[in-house]
C-alpha cells in the first residue's frame, strides 16, 4: 500500500485500561506526527518527529500519552489508564520532508473509551 | 495566541455552481499553507498548497487565493460535485520551519444535486 496505514480502525476499551494505537507512515518519509480529532472538531496536535530528532511533544494532552517511533519507521501512541475523554479519532500522517511539505493521513483509529 | 478559524462552520451549494471557502489566520508570519479535504470517516486528504510569496495557486478544479494584507485564504471549487461534500480545513505553519501545522476548526461543504 502506498499510503498511511493505522491500526486498529475501531478501539473499545474501558476506563484505566492501557491503548496502544499504531501507525505505519509512507516508505521514505522522514517526518511522522500524530493529532488527535474529536467529534465534529479540528485536528489537535500531539506529537511531532522529524528523522532523527528528539520529537515535539508540545502538544500532548497529559503525561498519560506517550509516543515511540522505532528505526525511524513505525510509530506507537500510548494512552495509560484511559480516560472518557480520551474517545476520540487519532489520526497520524507522514511527511516527505518536515513541515514545509504535504501532510499525507491515514484514516485514523477511533477510540472509545467506555 | 495564534489561531487559524474559518468565517463559515457550512456551505451548501447546488451542483455545478462553484464555491468559495473562506478562512482567517492570525500569524503574520505564516508563510505556509494547505487545504485538505476530509470525507467521512477518512483522514484529511491533502487538496493544494501555497507559500507566502504567492497570492494565487490553481490545481484541478480548485484554486487558492492568499491575501497577505488581511491574513485571508480562500478555496475556489469550480464547478461543484456531489464528492466534493466534505469538511474542509486550512492548515498553517505558524512559523518559518520545524513546527507542525496547526488547523482550523474547518467548514463542511454540502453540494445539492
Known amino acids: 500500500g502506498a499510503g498511511v496505514s493505522q491500526s486498529p480502525s475501531n478501539k473499545v476499551t474501558e476506563k484505566g485500561k492501557d491503548v496502544e494505537l499504531r501507525c505505519d507512515p509512507i516508505?521514505?518519509?522522514?517526518?511522522l506526527y500524530w493529532y488527535r480529532q474529536s467529534l465534529g472538531q479540528g485536528l489537535e496536535f500531539l506529537i511531532y518527529f522529524q528523522g532523527n530528532s528528539a520529537p515535539d511533544k508540545s502538544g500532548l494532552p497529559s503525561d498519560r500519552f506517550s509516543a515511540e517511533r522505532t528505526g525511524g519507521s513505525v510509530s506507537t501512541l500510548t494512552i495509560q489508564r484511559t480516560q472518557q475523554e480520551d474517545s476520540a479519532v487519532y489520526l497520524c500522517a507522514s511527511s516527505l520532508a518536515g513541515t514545509v511539505s504535504p501532510l499525507h493521513f491515514g484514516n485514523g483509529t477511533r477510540l472509545t473509551v467506555t | 495566541g495564534e489561531s487559524v478559524g474559518l468565517h463559515l462552520p457550512t456551505l451548501s451549494v447546488q451542483e455545478g455552481d462553484n464555491s468559495i471557502i473562506n478562512c482567517a489566520y492570525s500569524?503574520?508570519?505564516?508563510?505556509?499553507f494547505i487545504w485538505y479535504k476530509q470525507e467521512s470517516g477518512k483522514g484529511p486528504q491533502f487538496i493544494i498548497d501555497i507559500r507566502s510569496n504567492m497570492d494565487k495557486r490553481q490545481g484541478q478544479r480548485v484554486t487558492v487565493l492568499l491575501n497577505k494584507t488581511v491574513k485571508h485564504l480562500s478555496l475556489q471549487i469550480a464547478a461543484t460535485q456531489p464528492g466534493d461534500s466534505a469538511v474542509y480545513f486550512c492548515?498553517?505553519?505558524?512559523?518559518?520551519?520545524?513546527?507542525?501545522?496547526?488547523f482550523g476548526k474547518g467548514t463542511r461543504l454540502s453540494v445539492i444535486a
Open positions: 516508505s521514505g518519509h522522514t517526518a
Open positions: 492548515a498553517e505553519i505558524p512559523n518559518s520551519g520545524n513546527t507542525p501545522l496547526v
Open positions: 500569524n503574520s508570519a505564516s508563510d505556509y
